[in-house]
């Protein structure tokens, strides 16, 4: 009789503990229900202007002020971020005055180094990474990349006044976040150059002491992607198989040729002054060394920037240019009084580098070749008509624009280090 009893009293508080749990849950969802429907409705009330919301409104702001603050500082990082991302032309007027500016800093610079990002060559239809129709932009919206062949594009007239301020000794060197080989193409020495993120016609082999390099006619990064560089073909001399010289987004340099991290540490030492072209500058801000910050604050060289869209360097920069790269080149080196020769495709310094690929190899080249058949230059984006008018017209995306057939990138380096960022929970 008492086993009985005291089975009944053990289901009975079984029973009741369960029915605690089902209760306490079911509260918790009511609980969360209730708390994002109040969210949302705050989000809403914030989201209306001050002067048209209600008495209860104003009230129920009043009422719940920690959600309140969390919402509105999420708002204005939003907007912060979001304003980040647009691209900003300044006035005619005031591009004018600041590269006025710009002129008497570069003539005054002891050590002037130059900076370049993917914007130095948006004006040969290559793509850049975080414009608004930029690849990572792209990758992020769930499109592919679109643009012309990397191949096809030829040295925009950034790429050959740069050539131009180092042969008369006001440039000392280029550090270049790009790998399209333009900088190359342009008639820049490689002792004056910094690829640091590789060339894509250029394959090494490492087996080789030192690095042998091999140049190539066409994108040797066909076949590679993120971690994995090796290429389908072979080193003349040992017989290793080559690698590319791409260093995608979370990899680090592992060669000697053509990234020189040396001799750009070495050059940053001694700058004065640093002039980024075309650079978001989201990751070579990473790269201390290259800004002198191990100096005293006083000692460290001025930051001058030509970039379209905000820079993480904008804060210390001593002056920013919202403008196109060629626009602000070309009225900079007219006023220095240097002239600046157009690209010539028979005078590519490309030419006399190729090594051409094994006969046994040949079935290897799938992409397009750069001197396959003679051709004549592409204009550039903004095209000479444009550039010798003051900057009239420079807002306007649609003035004068090179058609160019477009398609999606597939081979070559771009997109191919890019991943969504994803947050791991610890188990």
């Not at 280090?417 to 929970?425: F, Q």
Request: net charge positive.
């Amino acid at each position: 009789m008492n086993d009985n009893t005291a089975d009944e009293g053990k289901n009975q508080m079984t029973k009741i503990s369960r029915e605690d749990r089902k209760r306490k849950q079911a509260e918790t969802v009511a609980s969360k229900a209730e708390f994002q429907k109040r969210y949302k409705n705050i989000r809403k009330i914030l989201s209306c202007k001050a002067e048209d919301r209600s008495s209860d409104d104003c009230a129920l702001l009043a009422k719940y002020p920690d959600i309140t603050d969390n919402i509105q500082r999420s708002l204005q990082k939003y907007l912060m971020l979001k304003s980040r991302k647009e691209e900003i032309t300044d006035d005619p007027d005031v591009i004018n005055t600041k590269i006025d500016q710009l002129i008497e800093a570069v003539r005054s610079a002891k050590c002037l180094l130059i900076y370049t990002g993917a914007g130095i060559s948006t004006a040969a239809q290559i793509p850049d990474y975080r414009g608004p129709n930029g690849v990572w932009t792209q990758l992020a919206r769930g499109k592919e990349p679109v643009g012309r062949n990397m191949v096809e594009a030829e040295p925009t007239f950034t790429h050959m006044a740069i050539v131009e301020l180092y042969k008369a000794n006001i440039v000392k060197y280029i550090v270049s976040q790009n790998c399209d080989g333009l900088h190359l193409r342009s008639g820049l020495p490689k002792s004056a150059l910094s690829e640091v993120h590789g060339n894509m016609y250029m394959e090494v082999c490492t087996n080789c002491q030192p690095e042998r390099e091999y140049f190539r006619s066409f994108d040797v990064t066909q076949y590679t992607a993120l971690r994995r560089h090796t290429t389908p073909r072979t080193c003349d001399i040992c017989g290793s198989s080559l690698v590319d010289t791409i260093v995608h987004f979370g990899e680090k340099s592992r060669l000697l040729q053509p990234h020189n991290w040396q001799v750009a540490i070495d050059w940053a030492k001694k700058t004065d002054m640093i002039l980024c072209l075309g650079s978001s500058l989201k990751v070579l801000k990473h790269y201390r060394l290259l800004w002198g910050s191990k100096r005293a604050k006083s000692k460290r060289p001025g930051i001058f920037i030509v970039n379209l869209q905000w820079t993480p360097k904008d804060s210390c920069a001593v002056l920013k240019i919202n403008a196109p790269c060629d626009i602000v080149m070309k009225s900079l080196m007219r006023k220095l009084g240097i002239s600046v020769p157009p690209y010539d495709i028979y005078r590519d310094p490309l030419r006399t580098l190729i090594v051409s690929v094994k006969e046994l190899e040949t079935h290897t080249v799938n992409s397009k070749q750069v001197f396959m058949e003679d051709k004549k230059p592409l204009p550039s984006c903004y095209d000479s008509a444009i550039l010798n008018k003051e900057f009239q017209n420079v807002v306007d995306d649609n003035d004068s624009k090179t058609k160019i057939q477009k398609q999606t990138l597939k081979a070559g380096w771009y997109g191919k280090g890019y991943c969504k960022r994803k947050k791991y929970k610890r188990k």
